[in-house]
């Protein structure tokens, strides 16, 4: 699963199919295996946390799985769900708190993140309990050809891709390729895979604070460093260096 709560600013969340926009203080937690972006126009600050099934339920054979969150994974209507900031704020301050918790690594920590996360799903059960027996809905035939494109991208970002190359792992031509990216995700292969190279240089700048500038922009699939630095500066507003320094 993931929540994702706004410190600042608004962000809008699509899954397919629907559009959730958010403002500051709204929270919105969506399903395992559910395809979503977020974007925003301006500026907008985020805590998000992704965390898997087992930290709530303890296993697959345990009350909590079985009655709960199984059920809840598997539900058709919950893709995702945006919180009522007036009757679910104590849903939202279980998520701030668990958040406070991961930053704060006091002792015990791992146990009041899992009970605040705890409480989050607890009261999404309560919501889409009505819908646990109509089971979850299979993924479209856009929705499954993006989700192997995607993939095949976040797992060879880091060498010379082609458009054809990106629609053979769906078993597509590049006509449908491109309409399915605009249908589904909004924007072109190509410049998904730009951003999430981008993205991957940015973690990596921090991630090897012994590498150079040149290092990380070869592994991320650039040709040369100045065209990662122009691009990284259109992304994040400033270049690699400063980023790195910024952050450290």
């Known amino acids: 699963f993931e929540v ?25 937690a969506v399903n395992a295996g559910v ?16 965390f898997g099934q087992s930290l709530i339920t303890g296993g697959k ?25 007036q009757a679910e704020a104590a849903v939202i301050d279980s998520f701030v708190a668990a958040c406070g918790a991961l930053a704060a690594e006091g002792p015990g920590f791992e146990f009041e993140v899992r009970a605040r996360l705890s409480a989050v799903c607890l009261a999404l059960c309560r919501h889409f309990a009505p819908d646990f027996a ?13 989700q192997q494109m995607l993939a095949f991208i976040q797992e060879h970002f880091d060498r010379p891709l082609t458009l054809a190359e990106i ?6 031509g590049e006509r449908e390729c ?9 924007l072109p292969p190509m410049q998904y895979l730009l951003k999430y190279r981008i993205m991957q240089g940015a973690d990596a700048l921090l991630a090897r604070p012994a590498d150079s500038v040149a290092q990380i922009a070869a592994r991320c699939g650039f040709d040369n460093p100045s065209n990662f630095s122009q691009q990284f500066r259109r992304f994040y507003g400033c270049s690699p260096r400063e980023y790195r320094n910024r952050k450290q």
């Open 167 to 172: 629609a053979s792992a769906a078993g597509i």
């Open 61 to 85: 054979d345990t009350v909590f799985a079985k009655k709960y969150i199984t059920p809840l994974a598997g539900c058709r209507a919950f893709r995702a769900y945006a919180f009522d900031r």
């Open 178 to 186: 491109l309409r399915c990216f605009g249908k589904t995700i909004h």
């Open 4 to 28: 994702i709560h706004i410190l600042s600013g608004q962000l809008t969340v699509e899954t397919p199919g629907a559009q959730y926009h958010l403002d500051e203080g709204d929270c919105i």
């Open 35 to 50: 395809l979503h972006s977020a974007n925003t126009a301006t500026a907008c600050e985020i805590r998000s946390v992704v």
């Open 134 to 146: 109509a089971g979850r809905t299979k993924p479209n035939q856009d929705e499954a050809r993006i």
